[in-house]
């Protein structure tokens, strides 16, 4: 009895780990989708604010692109944060809080490029120094990303 109670305890455990890499996993996964979207569509927004005459339409269309991934973003990191052990979020501290200020400033940024495009003239210089700033704190967000998914053995 205290056999089969060890191996049922065993083949559990052993099944939770899995379980909790691939989710883990899954949402890393799902995070670096994310990222790469929200630098996508602001380099989208760069380009349009670069043009002689800004696509407005265009250029709002790529800032509810990156809308969207940023409230998925934060989603996505506060789950995988959760998946986390206690000795995992120890290790990982540094790395989450980095990642929760990057999306604190991602959404300080959206709202000032939409603040940028409710104006009735609005600046294209503006909007596009906004943007490149967008995607360098997605650049570097990313690059935090990658190392935290390192450490996890995630690749």
């Given amino acids: 009895m205290k056999t089969s109670i060890f191996l049922a305890f065993f ?3 052993i099944g939770f780990g899995f379980s909790q890499d ?12 994310d990222c790469k979207s929200i630098r996508g569509h602001a380099s989208r927004i760069i ?3 670069s043009e002689a005459q800004l696509n407005r339409a265009v ?10 991934y940023h409230t998925r973003m934060e989603e ?11 000795a995992q979020l120890k290790t990982l501290k540094a790395e989450y809080e980095f990642l929760e200020k990057t999306c604190k400033n991602i959404g300080d940024l959206v709202e ?13 210089l503006a909007i596009r120094d906004l943007a490149k700033k967008l995607h360098s704190e997605m650049s570097d967000g990313y690059s935090v990303h990658e190392r935290l ?7």
């Fill in 11 to 13: 083949v559990f455990g």
């Fill in 22 to 33: 691939s989710d883990l996993a899954g949402q890393h996964s799902v995070l670096t989708t």
């Fill in 47 to 49: 380009a349009e604010a």
């Fill in 59 to 68: 250029a709002l269309a790529h800032l509810g692109e990156v809308e969207k």
């Fill in 76 to 86: 996505h990191l506060k789950t995988s944060k959760e998946l986390l052990t206690p």
């Fill in 112 to 124: 000032s490029l939409q603040q940028e495009f409710d104006k009735k003239n609005e600046d294209r």
């Fill in 149 to 155: 998914k390192k450490k996890l053995g995630i690749s």
